[in-house]
């Protein structure tokens, strides 16, 4: 099994701040990583697949980089609405396993 | 714009079988591009993908989790259903179903239906 690490587990920002989420993979998965954001009680919703690609009518100021075993979420100009849960997720061709998350808090 | 809807009884005695039916809406369940999946999420904690299916019946599973889970779909009625068996407290959980878009260049967990608690007690 591939197993995901993510860092920090919590992340303090203030609105207007830039962040940098971090997630290593214990095997190369290529490319093959998505970001996702989760509010209390709502399903994650995807924010960036393929490690770079904002989904449709994600905002600009997300974005994600890296390949192989790390990988990186960025999120600009944090606004109000950023502060949630943040997972890395990856896919290797067989399987699929969830990083165990990053809160960002104000 | 497909839509994913969860049921199935939100309590389940210890040792008993926890069965769930995903409903799919607005596209077709027959389609090559996409595994059906079932992730879930302990109260406080990540979530965990328990397992897949193609359109084909060609299933993947959770090595954890792999002895007591089953997934099977249903085209005629655009479903797809989980059953995992002798289920205990530690499968007290959020269980989500999701589409995994397995496109190269594309590969992704959405959408996701809104998801249902199942509790295991007595």
């Known amino acids: 099994d591939i197993q995901m690490t993510q860092s920090p587990s919590i992340l303090s920002a203030s609105v207007g701040d830039t962040v940098t989420i971090s997630c290593r993979a214990s095997?190369?998965?290529?490319?093959?990583l998505a970001w996702y954001q989760q509010k209390p009680g709502k399903a994650p919703k995807l924010l960036i697949y393929?490690?770079?690609t904002l989904e449709n009518g994600v905002p600009s100021r997300f974005s994600g980089s890296g390949s192989g075993t790390e990988f990186t979420l960025t999120i600009s100009s944090l606004q109000s609405d950023d502060f949630a849960t943040y997972y890395c997720?990856?896919?290797?061709?067989?399987?699929?396993?969830f990083g165990q998350g990053t809160k960002l808090e104000i | 714009q497909v839509q994913l809807q969860e049921s199935g009884p939100g309590l389940v005695k210890p040792s008993q079988t926890l069965s769930l039916t995903c409903t799919v809406s607005?596209?077709?369940?027959?389609?090559?591009?996409?595994?059906w999946s079932w992730i879930r999420q302990p109260p406080g904690r990540g979530p965990e993908w328990i397992g897949y299916?193609?359109?084909?019946?060609?299933?993947y599973y959770n090595p954890s989790l792999e002895s007591r889970v089953s997934i099977s779909i249903d085209k005629s009625k655009n479903q797809f259903s989980l059953k995992l068996r002798s289920a205990t407290a530690a499968d007290t959980a959020v269980y989500y179903c999701?589409?995994?878009?397995?496109?190269?260049?594309?590969?992704?967990?959405?959408?996701w239906g809104q998801g249902t608690l199942v509790t295991v007690s007595s």
């Open positions: 999701a589409r995994y878009v397995i496109v190269v260049g594309a590969s992704k967990f959405d959408p």
């Open positions: 607005g596209g077709s369940i027959n389609y090559a591009d996409y595994y």
């Open positions: 299916i193609s359109y084909t019946g060609s299933a």
């Open positions: 095997q190369s998965v290529s490319n093959w």
């Open positions: 393929e490690a770079s």
């Open positions: 997720q990856q896919y290797d061709g067989y399987s699929c396993s």
